[in-house]
């Protein structure tokens, strides 16, 4: 049971534009969600994350998006620049869980072309 | 240190075998957290220390793998008869108590049961 889903496996962009990275998710007990970066051969990095009582949270490039009657968050990334091609995992928290654990999804690949 | 240590980086065992796997947290971080990555999956939640006590084992797939943290710092991750199924990226990551934004994750022990 995938609670997290990350539909699209990869995106291809070109420098300058903006990439779009949706996730969706099942589990009404969420309330919390990040986004993650990953590169090759290293852990994941924070990038930035949404509470559920905002609709919106912008940090520099980044900003994510949450729709709560729809249950799906995206990331948006302007301008794009080749340095965001990465492994993008967006995750989430249930309230009245312990404060430790995250479900993650499956992963976006980002490329981003000079 | 300046971040978060796992070793070894790579692991090969055979079927049947025992491994230890560690993670040495950012100085400070009262919290600890191990994930299983499996090719083309996120993170995949396994326990979570609060100090020196599991406060949360839930994600422990059965009673082959089992986790420490007796001094509330560096945790070894302990996966008994190995199996094939065992093979994956197995990621720690800490934070601070109270630290809300994300985790800092190591770069993982990559395990593969042969």
């Known amino acids: 049971d995938q609670q997290v889903k990350q539909n699209s496996p990869s995106l291809s962009v070109q420098e300058g534009r903006i990439s779009i990275l949706n996730c969706d998710y099942t589990?009404?007990?969420?309330?919390?969600f990040l986004w993650y970066k990953k590169y090759p051969a290293e852990g994941p990095t924070f990038l930035i994350s949404?509470?559920?009582?905002?609709d919106k949270n912008e940090d520099g490039r980044f900003t994510v998006f949450l729709n709560k009657s729809a249950k799906h968050l995206s990331l948006h990334i302007v301008p794009s620049q080749p340095g965001d091609s990465a492994v993008y995992f967006c995750a989430a928290r249930a309230s009245g869980t312990s404060y430790g654990k995250l479900t993650f999804g499956q992963g976006t690949i980002l490329t981003v072309h000079p | 240190g300046a971040g978060v240590s796992q070793t070894p980086s790579n692991k090969v065992t055979e079927k049947g075998k025992y491994v230890e796997l560690r993670c040495d947290p950012i100085s400070g971080h009262t919290a600890l957290y191990w994930y299983r990555q499996s090719l083309g999956q996120g993170p995949e939640f396994l326990i979570y220390?609060?100090?020196?006590?599991?406060?949360?084992d839930s994600g422990l797939p059965n009673d082959r793998f089992f986790a420490v943290r007796p001094e509330g710092s560096v945790s070894t991750l302990k996966i008994q008869r190995t199996e094939r199924g065992d093979s994956a990226v197995y990621l720690c990551?800490?934070?601070?108590?109270?630290?809300?934004?994300?985790?800092?994750f190591g770069s993982g022990t990559r395990l593969t049961v042969v």
């Open positions: 990551a800490s934070s601070s108590l109270g630290g809300s934004d994300g985790y800092t």
């Open positions: 220390f609060q100090g020196t006590g599991a406060a949360d």
């Open positions: 949404i509470s559920s009582i905002k």
């Open positions: 589990n009404s007990m969420f309330d919390y």
